[in-house]
């Protein structure tokens, strides 16, 4: 006769069980951390791309344009189809920015892109650099391209309730000048929902929006904020939809990872272009 093999015991089976829930739990940090790396390279690329496409324009031209920087840039991020729509003789009926979606402006790690996705932007300008209109961008940076911040990770979007019946949303558009201060846009309805939409430059350090500036009061105090709740976003700082810093690119092309342990006094010097701040050691 043939020899009958044993059933799997249920201590056997309980053995095997947490054996495998131990695998799982040293395995899912390492996923998690590859799948973050390679989340936060394909964004830096994105940074860079936008700061070589500055480099590129500033190079052919001294002056920024009519439009925001970001439309300027555009024939730059292999996107001129859309430039030519933002064009005063452009395409009737398409010159409006509202109605593309421009993936090289949107960080896929911001939660707020859950709100909206048309006509914004998770990666803000320092307005400090384009504050002026038709500025001289060679001539405004005179702290070192290396020692000052030209672009950072924003939210494109902030919502926030009121109250049952009022929804207040804030939307970073990539389509206005930074220094046009347009009031907001009167109450629609939008499935039943009463909304106020405020449009907001794609910008950080702007003055004409009452943002945190450097040198002012508040600047001793803040820097930006890590990855905060989207009804918690403040749109006069920057915002990072990590953890572990704010992704930024430089005057000079480059890109790095700012740490939350910088000092506002710091942070604030890198901001500012010809300030003649000595930045701290923590940068």
Same mark, same amino acid.
């Not at 500033?58 to 925001?68: C, E, P, T, V």
């Not at 707020?112 to 038709?134: D, M, P, T, W």
């Not at 449009?199 to 910008?203: H, I, K, S, T, V």
């Given at each position: 006769?043939s020899?009958r093999?044993?059933?799997?015991?249920?201590?056997?089976?309980?053995?095997?069980?947490a054996?495998?829930?131990?695998?799982?739990?040293?395995?899912?940090?390492?996923?998690?951390?590859?799948?973050?790396s390679?989340?936060?390279?394909?964004?830096?690329?994105?940074?860079?791309q936008?700061?070589?496409?500055?480099?590129?324009y500033?190079?052919?031209?001294?002056?920024?344009?009519?439009?925001?920087?970001?439309?300027?840039?555009?024939p730059?991020?292999?996107?001129?189809?859309?430039?030519?729509?933002?064009?005063p003789?452009?395409?009737?009926? %398409? @010159?409006?920015?509202?109605?593309?979606?421009m993936? +090289?402006?949107?960080? #896929?790690d $911001? /939660?707020?892109?859950?709100?909206?996705?048309?006509?914004?932007?998770?990666?803000?300008?320092?307005?400090?650099?384009?504050?002026?209109?038709?500025?001289?961008?060679?001539?405004?940076?005179?702290?070192?391209?290396?020692?000052?911040i030209?672009?950072t990770?924003?939210?494109?979007?902030?919502k926030?309730?009121?109250?049952?019946?009022?929804?207040?949303?804030?939307?970073?558009?990539?389509?206005?000048?930074?220094?046009?201060?347009?009031?907001?846009?009167?109450?629609?309805?939008?499935?039943?929902?009463?909304?106020?939409?405020e449009?907001?430059?794609?910008?950080f350090?702007?003055?004409?929006?009452?943002?945190?500036?450097?040198?002012?009061? %508040? @600047?001793?105090?803040v820097?930006?904020?890590?990855? +905060?709740?989207?009804? #918690?976003? $403040? /749109?006069?700082?920057?915002?990072?939809?990590?953890?572990?810093?704010?992704?930024?690119?430089?005057?000079?092309?480059?890109?790095?990872?700012?740490?939350?342990?910088?000092?506002?006094?710091?942070?604030?010097?890198a901001?500012?272009?010809?300030?003649?701040?000595?930045?701290?050691?923590?940068?």
């Open positions: 006769m020899e093999r044993p059933a799997l015991s249920l201590l056997e089976f309980l053995v095997a069980v054996i495998v829930a131990i695998l799982l739990a040293l395995l899912l940090p390492a996923v998690q951390k590859v799948r973050l390679a989340s936060v390279t394909r964004e830096k690329n994105k940074v860079r936008i700061a070589l496409a500055i480099h590129m500033a190079d052919n031209h001294d002056r920024i344009g009519y439009n925001s920087i970001f439309v300027e840039i555009l730059y991020m292999e996107r001129g189809a859309y430039y030519e729509k933002m064009l003789n452009g395409p009737k009926g %398409e @010159a409006l920015w509202g109605a593309e979606v993936p +090289p402006y949107l960080n #896929e $911001d /939660p707020s892109l859950a709100i909206q996705r048309i006509g914004v932007a998770s990666y803000c300008i320092n307005a400090q650099i384009y504050k002026e209109f038709h500025a001289n961008r060679s001539a405004l940076i005179r702290d070192g391209m290396s020692n000052t030209e672009i990770t924003c939210y494109a979007n902030k926030m309730k009121r109250s049952d019946q009022d929804i207040y949303r804030m939307l970073r558009s990539w389509g206005m000048e930074i220094n046009i201060v347009l009031p907001p846009v009167p109450p629609i309805d939008i499935d039943g929902v009463n909304m106020t939409i449009m907001r430059p794609a910008a350090a702007n003055p004409f929006y009452g943002d945190v500036l450097p040198g002012s009061a %508040e @600047a001793q105090s820097t930006f904020q890590l990855r +905060p709740k989207i009804e #918690e976003a $403040d /749109p006069r700082i920057p915002q990072s939809p990590y953890t572990h810093g704010l992704l930024a690119g430089l005057a000079d092309g480059s890109v790095r990872m700012i740490s939350p342990q910088i000092s506002p006094q710091t942070f604030w010097a901001v500012t272009p010809n300030g003649g701040e000595v930045l701290g050691p923590d940068w």
